[in-house]
């Protein structure tokens, strides 16, 4: 079993800055992908950014030029740097971590945290 760990989330003014973070811990040794998604309520779940082993990165056009999420080598954590934060960027972020390298095998296996709230309010 594999647990994620989000930290780093709260009250933040619009303009502001947050830096979330997530650690894996269990029986993981890495994963393929990390990545946050967020959620507000009525809405689907949205894909925020990702990042692979490799360090390949994805971000949704909405966040781009704002956020940036980085990792730590062997992929076990993942931060998100979310700088001039909007209104609309509210929501419950989530952690994610897809294909997991455990001691001797592989599996696509896929995990997530139990969300951090970020709200952006004046």
């Known amino acids: 079993q594999v647990q994620l760990k989000e930290a780093g989330g709260g009250l933040v003014q619009p303009g502001g800055s947050l830096r979330l973070s997530c650690t894996a811990s269990?029986?993981?040794?890495?994963?393929?992908?990390m990545a946050w998604y967020r959620q507000v309520p009525g809405r689907q779940r949205e894909l925020v950014a990702s990042?692979?082993?490799?360090?390949?990165?994805t971000y949704a056009d909405s966040v781009k030029s704002r956020f940036t999420i980085s990792m730590e080598s062997p992929l076990t954590a993942v931060y998100l740097q979310m700088n001039n934060l909007e209104p609309s960027d509210t929501a419950v972020y989530y952690c994610?971590?897809?294909?997991?390298?455990?001691?001797?095998?592989?599996?696509?296996?896929?995990?997530w945290g139990q969300g951090t709230r970020v709200t952006v309010s004046s």
């Open positions: 994610n971590a897809f294909g997991i390298w455990y001691e001797g095998y592989y599996a696509n296996d896929d995990y």
């Open positions: 269990g029986s993981i040794v890495r994963a393929n992908v």
């Open positions: 990042i692979s082993r490799a360090g390949s990165t």
